[in-house]
């Protein structure tokens, strides 16, 4: 529209320039993260033109970058070089100044009246967050002059911790490209880098007392193909930063308002350090550089005083290279099955008088015990300490800060016991996962399933907290683990737009957040991403359907919708749509089986095609009772996923299939009326690494009353097997044909894992997406 506009103008004024003044781009405030409070005023457009300046306060080189980076995103945007002063300015100007008076010392207030733009920050951090939400409202601008809405913008944000952490020890990325990561926070008003510099599969940062960290451990002799095949690419693969390069990235980070947390992981995640040192190690090795994916279970030696030697010169560098607050020292996932069986380790337990108790193991509270160490020797250079959730195990210093990543309850421990937390539960913020269920046409992903909706979606501040209790949660962080990310421009995708979702939740007050607002708002900020040439996923461009179970008309409904509400066309008979197939108008109410494809048009640009096989039997939208309950944590839609007649994907997390754990799926379908039968099946997905299991057996029950019942058929399963293979099963069983109304569905999960299995002796997740009768 824009553009033809424009051409329209220049036709009519037959091509002159000098006509060009009167064409105008259109700024607007619909940016993401959405400011706290937007009011727009009456006193007229401010015009940006070749003549604005940018003014900053005389003798301040912090307010003077900042006016550059203005300068820098306009001329991106606009090509226009306007100019940067510290005089005085009263028109046509720009005028930053800090002295906002804000308690929340990132805080930003932000006028547009007719001659001037003025950005007032509490410090020059919100002057720059300011400066990001002036550059995004003019996303969409052009080369002509920039037309500004009057309006007052009060902004701060929510939390103080906004992370983000990258993973370059199972990949590297090097010093460039690390920038360029911090440009792509930097738009997203993220202020905390969490650098995981070292992990079993390469050490990426130079420590000078300890120099075959590098020269050994950050080399791999090859990387496993896939998730752990076996098979092996024969391809070495390293690279780390050299403390001058990492100091350059921090005062990069530093000039765009973001600390760099560096992690040092430890105890566990060390192979990569134990091939450079193996007497480190509880068996002293060898040991190699790890060439595969998973947690090793040859950690740091908890027992070897050289070990506690080993910590100190590593972190003495580190606070040397970091200025950081806060320093990482990792804590998770550290197997004690190494410290079991080494003598340094027990004798250091006896030593210590360290004592299993109900709840910890003496190895666990020997891993306390380290990481207490760690802090102490952070303490002594003035420094706090940041460890995974793991380190609540086996007791936690009062002062330590803890990354609840399994889940939500490690924070709320936290918060509860009166320690700081930052949320960075997996379900919601690793970005790592899947972002849509249709993974066929991604790059391999390590599984799991978080949307831009899922991630928009979370709540860091569990309702279980009380007001005190929550002022410890500060803040929000999403993770990047980069097993299978093995380029940046894959990294792009895998944190874009999902970044922009994360941005909402750690900057933007809940009461302000709307998912489909936000959809809208998305467009403008995509602008910016093309225009620096990110690699984001556009998944959230494509049709998105809802399904909804009418059990009352027995149909499947289907919601389509765009953003934009942009025109979507569709199919039911499997072929490809396209502006000519059927527009989408109102709910579709399908009653048979089909395929359904649909497509939007945004900009003259088709969407993916979404497909959608929908199966109908004599079970599908018919009434159905649960007897016993879904697991909590797999319900998601709850029962009716049973006979929606839609399929999941091996991946159990998508909300295809829900979970039943400790007790049976118990399931009664009405099928209305007398109807002949003689057929049923369930559909399973087993992941026998999550302890999803096969069912032991299902039986089919029959009756006209829903009352009383008559067993029909059952069938039994063998227990899990270690050859037994992930993946779908239906499992059919037939029966003599008989008429029935209600026909009650029963599959029994494995009640103990056998004993062959690292879940020995615990109950199995059932997850079910469909039962099916015919
Ligand atoms: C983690 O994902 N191991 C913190
Ligand atoms: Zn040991």
Known sequence: MKNLYFLGLLLLCGGLFSCSSAIKDQANFDVIPLPQEIQTTAVGDFVLNNNTVIVYPAGDDTMKRNAEFLAGYIKEQTGKELEVTDKSVDRNAIILSTGLDNKNKEAYHLEVEKHLIRVQGASAAGVFYGIQTLRKSMAEAGHADVAFPAVEINDYPRFSYRGVHL????????????????????????????????????????????????????????????????????????????????????????????????????????????????????????????????????????????????????????????????????????????????????????????????????????????????????????????????????????????????????????AKMGN?????????????????????????????????????????????????????????????????????????????????????????????????????????????????????????????????????????????????????????????????????????????????????????????????????????AKPLTLLQPINEKYKFNGEYTLVDGLSGTPNYRTGRWIAFYKNDMEAVVDLKQETSIHKAWVRTYVEIGEEILDVRSISVLASDDGKIYKELKTVDFPPVTSKDKNGIYTHEVEFNSINARYVKVIAKPEYKIPAWHWGSGRPAFIFVDEIGIE
């Open 167 to 414: 993973d370059v020890s199972r990949h590297f990325f090097p010093a460039d490209s690390i920038k360029r990561f911090i440009d792509m926070l930097a738009l997203h008003n993220i202020n905390r880098f969490h650098w995981h510099l070292t992990d079993d599969q390469g050490w990426r940062i130079e420590i000078k007392k300890r120099p075959e960290l590098t020269t050994i451990g950050s080399k791999r002799a090859e990387t496993v193909a896939g998730r752990n095949s076996g098979e092996y690419d024969h391809v070495p693969y390293g690279g780390f930063y050299t403390q001058d390069e990492a100091r350059e990235i921090v005062k990069y980070a530093q000039d765009h308002f973001i600390t760099i947390i560096p992690e040092i992981d430890l105890p566990g995640h060390m192979q990569a350090a134990l091939a450079a040192y193996p007497y480190l190690g509880c068996t002293g090795g060898p040991y190699e550089v790890w060439k595969q994916w998973g947690v090793s279970d040859d950690v740091l030696c908890a027992g070897n005083d050289e070990t506690l030697k080993f910590i100190e010169d590593v972190l003495g560098e580190i606070v040397e290279i970091f200025p950081s607050e806060y320093i990482h020292v990792g804590g998770d996932e550290c197997p004690k099955v190494r410290w079991q069986k080494c003598p340094k380790c027990q004798a250091r337990i006896k030593a210590l008088g360290i004592k299993a108790d109900d709840k910890h193991t003496a190895e666990q509270k020997l891993q306390a015990y380290i990481i207490d160490y760690a802090e102490k020797f952070l303490k002594g250079k003035g420094r706090k300490m940041i460890g995974w959730e793991e380190i609540l195990e086996g007791g936690l210093s009062p002062t330590a800060t803890v990354m609840s990543w399994r889940g939500k309850e490690g924070g709320i421990e936290a």
């Open 420 to 620: 700081d937390a930052i949320m960075t539960p997996a379900s919601h913020l690793y970005f790592d996962y899947y972002q849509t269920m249709d993974t066929e046409k991604e790059p391999l992903a390590i599984g799991g399933y978080v949307s831009v909706e899922r991630v928009y979606s979370y709540e860091p501040i569990d309702p279980s907290l009380t007001a005190d209790e929550a002022t410890h949660i500060i803040g929000v962080q999403a993770n990047l683990w980069t097993e299978y990310v093995p380029t940046f421009s894959q990294l792009e995708y895998m944190e874009l737009p999902r970044l922009a979702a994360l941005s909402e939740v750690q900057w933007t007050m809940p009461d302000k957040k709307n998912y489909d607002n936000f959809l809208q708002r998305l467009p403008q900020l995509i602008s910016i991403y093309d225009r620096e040439g990110y690699n984001y996923a556009k998944h959230v461009f494509n049709v998105k359907a809802e399904y909804i179970t009418d059990y009352v008309n027995n149909s499947i409904k289907v919601v389509l919708s765009a953003i934009g509400n942009s025109p979507i066309y569709y199919t039911l008979d499997g072929s490809e749509p396209t502006e000519k197939s059927q527009l989408y108008g109102d709910t579709l109410s399908l009653k048979e089986s089909c395929v359904l494809k649909a497509i939007t048009i945004r900009n003259n640009k088709k969407s993916d095609v979404l497909t959608e096989k929908i199966d109908f039997n004599k079970a599908t």
